[in-house]
């Protein structure tokens, strides 16, 4: 009976655990979705970090909306040490048009963190908005 009962208690504990996750989840993605709702020039941006056994490839884009004409991102791969992050290395591109999209990667410590931090930026005329964002 005790046995049955850990087991029922585990099993309820699984569930829990795993519905808040996908909860927690789909609030990341309703937070998305609202901030993008609030933004007048972009219309969608997105970032990647890949940690490999040698390197680290990070990667960032961004969409502007009809009106953009340029776009610029601004990708720092940055390395946590003594609590805090630090950035080691810079890159930073703009592009003609609605869009931009661009990959860098850099030989790292399998060992130490990384994240990804990016700015994105759109520009209509002389009107520009920018977002920052981090991937981990």
């Keep these: 009976?005790?046995?049955?009962?850990?087991?029922?208690?585990?099993?309820?504990?699984?569930?829990?655990?795993?519905?808040?996750c996908f909860s927690l989840i789909g609030n990341a993605e309703n937070e998305y979705e609202k901030n993008l709702e609030r933004l007048t020039y972009i219309d969608g941006y997105n970032g990647s970090i890949h940690k490999g056994l040698l390197s680290t490839t990070v990667s960032a884009d961004i969409t502007g909306k009809s009106t953009v004409t340029s776009v610029k991102i601004k990708m720092e791969l940055q390395k946590l040490s003594d609590g805090s992050y630090?950035?080691?290395e810079t890159w930073e591109q703009t592009f003609s048009g609605?869009?931009?999209s661009m990959e860098e990667s850099k030989v790292t410590n399998p060992f130490s963190t990384y994240r990804l931090k990016a700015t994105v930026t759109a520009y209509s005329g002389s009107n520009s908005e920018s977002q920052t964002f981090y991937e981990y």
Excluded: H
């Design 98 to 100: 609605r869009s931009g």
């Design 1 to 20: 009976m005790k046995r049955l009962s850990l087991v029922m208690c585990s099993v309820v504990l699984v569930v829990a655990l795993l519905s808040s």
């Design 86 to 88: 630090s950035t080691i």
